[in-house]
């Protein structure tokens, strides 16, 4: 079955280090792959996405490129903030029963940004 | 705009107890997902519907139940509470033509 493998966490860094999260994936199709974001106290958000082999997906500074030959996701951001604390989920998506596309989730990655 | 709204926020539960936890949105989206997050892991599937009337097993059911009268409304029923099924459940929603899920803000349930 599907199955989704992320970096173990927690991961702290300073104010204005590089991240990357590294998120490698095993599908029996073509799935589309998501990065998800917890807040404390939250639910999930979609942070990024992408659908198909070499697509990249950004959003608020953080992005991701569908690298098919590895099957892998990493999450990436130049620069992170105190705001950027949160677990971070890597994702696929594929067409289940019905055309559901039921989420398979990685364990998530929790960061703490450090002024 | 709610979005998913999920009740209660906060509930405990003692052994072989019966609760309903409630999901609803208001984007009129066809499909809806309950999930399970237990500490240190990812989201597990536990039910899910593609639309009102039509409901389906996920990854873990065992203990649970489901019914899907609306397109709004996606209640998830623990019939005999155990310390397995302390966990966060959270509810989630998406539209036919589109393949992302909105998750409301989860329940926090502790059986003891």
């Known amino acids: 079955g599907d199955s989704v493998t992320q970096m173990e966490g927690p991961v702290t860094l300073s104010e204005e280090a590089f991240l990357t999260i590294n998120c490698t994936y095993t599908a029996t199709g073509y799935p589309s792959l998501f990065w998800y974001v917890q807040y404390p106290g939250e639910g999930l958000q979609l942070l990024l996405k992408a659908t198909k082999a070499d697509d990249k997906g950004s959003n608020k500074g953080f992005e991701a490129t569908y690298r098919k030959e590895t099957t892998s996701f990493h999450l990436e951001k130049g620069s992170v903030q105190v705001s950027d604390s949160a677990v971070y989920f890597c994702?696929?998506?594929?067409?289940?029963?019905?055309?559901?596309?039921?989420?398979?989730f990685g364990k998530g990655t929790k960061l703490s940004v450090i002024p | 705009n709610a979005g998913v709204t999920q009740t209660p926020k906060f509930r405990i539960l003692k052994i072989g107890q019966s609760m309903t936890l409630q999901c609803a949105q208001d984007m009129n989206h066809n499909y809806m997902y309950w999930y399970r997050q237990d500490p240190g892991m990812g989201l597990k599937l536990i039910y899910y519907s593609v639309g009102a009337g039509i409901t389906d097993k996920g990854e873990v059911p065992n203990g649970y139940n489901v019914s899907r009268s609306t397109t709004e409304d996606f209640p998830l029923r623990l019939e005999l509470a155990a310390p397995s099924q302390t966990s966060v459940y959270f509810c989630?929603?998406?539209?036919?033509?589109?393949?992302?899920?909105?998750f409301g803000a989860g329940t926090r349930l502790s059986v003891l």
């Open positions: 994702a696929l998506s594929e067409v289940g029963g019905a055309g559901s596309y039921q989420l398979t």
């Open positions: 989630a929603s998406k539209a036919g033509a589109e393949n992302i899920q909105y």
